[in-house]
């Protein structure tokens, strides 16, 4: 029952355990028919929460993560490449996290606003996700510190790309060596470029596309220029 309970504190943000705790009965009742059932005090429910643990919400997690796409979702073709594939959509975000003191020798002291220090630490998510099913493939969450590129990077190592798969992802993924790494595994990509960012035209091809370079993902683009530097520029399509 504990499992359920800190699932439905996640969909339930703004409410205390006392509120959760009589939502979620109300709603074992539904499922299991009439029954005496107590509801846990608040006390009841911290403790049973710490004994829980991370483990078993760590293993639901890797088992429930997959690739499946949606059967009834149709492909189609365009630059001569099939693209009835499993589209997957990688995205961050900055969401808070309990204020404990786990969380903050973790993930840093909560971020400072313009003018009040932050209430709860936060850590930076990047999540890759099959558009179709909405299943969640995989995540990574580090402190705020660390880019979304490196993440993407992280995601990239663990083997989550794999031919069959059309990555779609922001503009701020759109630099080396983050598309290498995403090209390299098989994968077809479409990616967002600013749009500031001027890719010159190396060569022009049959089908309406051209070949360019990416910049590296620390090199800030140049408004009015062709945004990459010489040293950090890689072929791509």
Known sequence: MTPYFVLALWFCPGDGYSEVLRVLFKQ???????????????????QARRRLGRAPLKALFGRLCETAPA??????????????????????????VADTAANRKAFGEPPRGRIWPGRYPQIRLLALIACGTRALIDAAWPTVGTGEPLLLDKLAYRGNFRPGMLVLAGRYFSGHPQVARIASTGADLIIRVQYHRRLPVLRELPDGSY????????????????????SGCRDAA
């Open 71 to 96: 059967a009834d979702l149709l492909g189609m073709t365009a630059f001569g490449r099939e693209l009835a594939l499993l589209k997957v959509s990688a995205d961050g975000t900055r969401p808070d």
């Open 211 to 230: 070949l360019s370079v990416l910049p590296h993902s620390d090199h800030p683009p140049r408004p009015g220029g062709t945004g990459h530097a010489a």
């Open 28 to 46: 074992l009742k539904a499922q299991t028919g009439p029954g005496r059932r107590r509801i846990p005090t608040v006390p009841a429910a911290v």
